[in-house]
């Protein structure tokens, strides 16, 4: 290669590197981040007991977590009124696909690639039959996630595609408390998370966006999702271990260590959205309007731009 090639890609691909928007910068930055501190721990920090059992469940951890942020997009970008905020979902919903692929690959690694076992545990195991289908599921909207196939399905057929979303993510919750056994804190609290979820959609489905990001209706949302993860997580502890109810009503409310409940957290996290909700809208929504797509709006749009040129040609 000589030096004047060598400029020419360099002077490129500075360009083409100014030319990615920050937000979409800053996600791809936390996206790689846990697998590479999960790489950099493996290589260069204190041997594990078990180093490959540590990966797959840190791989897993992640998919699921990229499966709500995926989920938490649309909501925030209501609440907010930060319309920009959808042009990083398609990067997030490949990421929670190539996470869960290698939480898939890191498991064949554990069985010594032992196909005909590997295949054998996910029929015999109903929590490893259900993280399957969840796979598979994320393989279909990451193979449908690109712009050639929004225009070759079809806005209406792109979109209802796309909402097998929700049922990845409800089946990958499940697979996620299922595996974790006695320590279910995170997963309580991921399940607390797409409840919250869940309820928003509801409204916005039946009510609108309007009505579904002012600020009191999420204070709304937050304190059921709340009050329903408590109650979900004491029935389960009742349940598991026989504890007295009351004990575990009360230790709903308890700060010390080890810590607050996934309920407690669960109501910062939506309070913090409530604040900033204000903040931005004001009390009941009315000092900003979302002027952002809905969803379909986005496709249709994004769709006419890619059928414009053909129609002209």
């Given at each position: 290669?000589?030096?004047?090639?060598?400029?020419?890609?360099?002077?490129?691909?500075?360009?083409?590197?100014?030319?990615?928007?920050?937000?979409?910068?800053?996600?791809?930055?936390?996206?790689?981040?846990?697998?590479?501190?999960?790489?950099?721990?493996?290589?260069?920090?204190?041997?594990?007991?078990?180093?490959v059992t540590n990966t797959i469940h840190m791989l897993g951890d992640w998919a699921v977590y990229c499966l709500m942020a995926i989920l938490v997009i649309t909501p925030l970008r209501q609440i907010l009124a930060w319309p920009r905020l959808?042009?990083?979902?398609?990067?997030?919903?490949?990421?929670?696909?190539?996470?869960?692929?290698?939480?898939?690959?890191?498991?064949?690694?554990?069985?010594?690639?032992?196909?005909?076992?590997?295949?054998?545990?996910?029929?015999?195991?109903?929590?490893?039959?259900?993280?399957?289908?969840?796979?598979?599921?994320?393989?279909?909207?990451?193979?449908?996630?690109?712009?050639?196939?929004?225009?070759?399905?079809?806005?209406?057929?792109?979109?209802?595609?796309?909402?097998?979303?929700?049922?990845?993510?409800?089946?990958?919750?499940?697979?996620?408390?299922?595996?974790?056994?006695?320590?279910?804190?995170?997963?309580?609290?991921?399940?607390?998370?797409?409840?919250?979820?869940?309820?928003?959609?509801?409204?916005?489905?039946?009510?609108?966006?309007?009505?579904?990001?002012?600020?009191?209706?999420?204070?709304?949302?937050?304190?059921?999702?709340?009050?329903?993860?408590?109650?979900?997580?004491?029935?389960?502890?009742?349940?598991?271990?026989?504890?007295?109810?009351?004990?575990?009503?009360?230790?709903?409310?308890?700060?010390?260590?080890?810590?607050?409940?996934?309920?407690?957290?669960?109501?910062?996290?939506?309070?913090?959205?409530?604040?900033?909700?204000?903040?931005?809208?004001?009390?009941?929504?009315?000092?900003?309007?979302?002027?952002?797509?809905?969803?379909?709006?986005?496709?249709?749009?994004?769709?006419?731009?890619?059928?414009?040129?053909?129609?002209?040609?």
């Amino acid at each position: 290669m000589t030096l004047s090639m060598a400029q020419h890609l360099s002077t490129q691909w500075r360009a083409r590197f100014r030319a990615v928007p920050p937000l979409k910068l800053f996600a791809f930055i936390v996206l790689l981040t846990p697998a590479l501190l999960q790489a950099g721990t493996l290589a260069f920090g204190p041997p594990l007991a078990q180093p490959v059992t540590n990966t797959i469940h840190m791989l897993g951890d992640w998919a699921v977590y990229c499966l709500m942020a995926i989920l938490v997009i649309t909501p925030l970008r209501q609440i907010l009124a930060w319309p920009r905020l959808i042009s990083v979902r398609r990067m997030v919903g490949l990421a929670a696909f190539f996470y869960a692929l290698a939480h898939v690959t890191a498991f064949v690694v554990d069985k010594n690639f032992d196909l005909k076992h590997v295949l054998s545990e996910i029929v015999l195991r109903t929590y490893l039959t259900i993280g399957a289908g969840a796979l598979v599921l994320l393989a279909i909207l990451a193979a449908t996630s690109t712009t050639g196939m929004v225009r070759r399905l079809g806005g209406k057929a792109w979109q209802r595609l796309h909402r097998i979303v929700y049922f990845a993510a409800f089946i990958a919750v499940i697979h996620f408390f299922l595996q974790s056994k006695e320590d279910v804190w995170t997963p309580t609290l991921v399940a607390g998370m797409a409840g919250w979820l869940l309820l928003y959609r509801l409204i916005l489905w039946t009510r609108g966006s309007a009505v579904a990001s002012r600020p009191i209706t999420v204070f709304a949302i937050t304190a059921v999702a709340a009050l329903g993860t408590a109650l979900a997580e004491c029935l389960y502890l009742v349940a598991k271990f026989g504890a007295p109810f009351s004990a575990m009503i009360a230790m709903q409310l308890d700060i010390e260590p080890p810590g607050p409940r996934p309920a407690l957290v669960l109501a910062a996290m939506g309070l913090t959205v409530v604040v900033l909700a204000i903040w931005r809208q004001g009390l009941f929504g009315t000092a900003t309007r979302d002027r952002s797509l809905s969803g379909w709006q986005a496709v249709r749009r994004r769709e006419a731009l890619l059928v414009e040129p053909q129609r002209q040609a």
